[in-house]
């Protein structure tokens, strides 16, 4: 079982930037593609990023050029680095650990852009 913690949201500024992480912990790190999903009320779940156990990444198009997604293997995390935000960039954030097996989720950290 991997618990899959996210912290790091809040409010800021259009334009601003803030940088969300993610820890996973009960299992083996490299095992999983890790990725950021966002949701609004009464939409779908929408891929933001995802990172291989090799880096390899991938992004949705409203969020390239201004995301960077990072693992750090030692310390079983995953960071969003994210730039000039946008109103529409609000959301709650979740972190995934995801294998050919299972899929797993943290609860949720509230991004809000607004001025």
């Known amino acids: 079982q991997v618990q899959v913690v996210e912290s790091g949201g809040g409010l800021v500024q259009p334009g601003g930037s803030l940088r969300l992480s993610c820890t996973a912990s009960?299992?083996?790190?490299?095992?999983?593609?890790m990725g950021w999903y966002r949701q609004t009320p009464g939409k779908l779940r929408e891929l933001v990023a995802t990172i291989s156990s090799v880096g390899s990444t991938n992004y949705a198009d409203s969020v390239k050029g201004r995301f960077t997604i990072s693992r750090d293997s030692a310390k079983k995390t995953v960071n969003l680095e994210m730039s000039s935000l946008k109103p529409e960039d609000t959301a709650v954030y979740y972190c995934n650990a995801h294998s050919t097996v299972s899929d797993y989720w943290g609860e949720g950290t509230q991004v809000t852009v607004s001025s």
């Open positions: 009960g299992g083996i790190f490299s095992f999983y593609v």
